[in-house]
């Protein structure tokens, strides 16, 4: 079992995601047409509806905009996890850009946080986002 007790399921549109945070670097779709960032990834821009969709890192710097801390063990690999919170991350690119991952910090967390995201490499070329409290700036 990986540190983070979660594992991504990759599909035909999400594997480079994975595996881009499985290689230390956080990317998501971009268009090469209008210049939009489309997140959850699929195969047509959200905002022209085009196919010219290209992987691109993004800075990793991100806000709160929600949050859930779980206290219930949904699998057994997340039992040594519980409680654990879950951020819904909106990005520092484009602000209708909202990205979950795992907050990894004691601080309270509330809405309007300064994060930094954090990749993390979970075995077999694969990874996970985890977001970090990032000084304000």
């Given amino acids: 079992m990986n540190g983070t007790g979660i ?8 594997a480079p995601y994975w595996e881009a945070l499985g290689d230390g670097r956080f990317e998501i779709q971009h268009c090469a047409d209008c210049g939009n ?7 047509i821009c ?4 085009g196919e010219n969709m290209r992987w691109d890192a993004v800075s990793g710097v991100g806000e709160v905009h929600g949050w859930v801390v779980t206290h219930q063990v949904y699998a057994p690999s997340l039992a040594p ?3 654990y919170t879950i951020v819904l991350a909106r990005i520092a690119e484009q602000d209708d850009i909202l990205i979950p ?3 990894m910090s004691d601080m309270q967390v509330y809405q309007g ?9 979970v075995g077999g070329g694969l990874g996970v986002l985890e977001w970090k409290a990032a000084p304000a700036p």
């Fill in 7 to 14: 594992l991504p399921d990759p599909d035909i549109d999400s």
């Fill in 37 to 43: 960032w489309t997140w959850p990834p699929r195969p």
């Fill in 46 to 49: 959200s905002g022209c509806h």
């Fill in 81 to 83: 996890l519980v409680p």
């Fill in 101 to 103: 991952g795992r907050f």
């Fill in 113 to 121: 946080m300064p994060l930094r995201a954090v990749p993390t490499n």
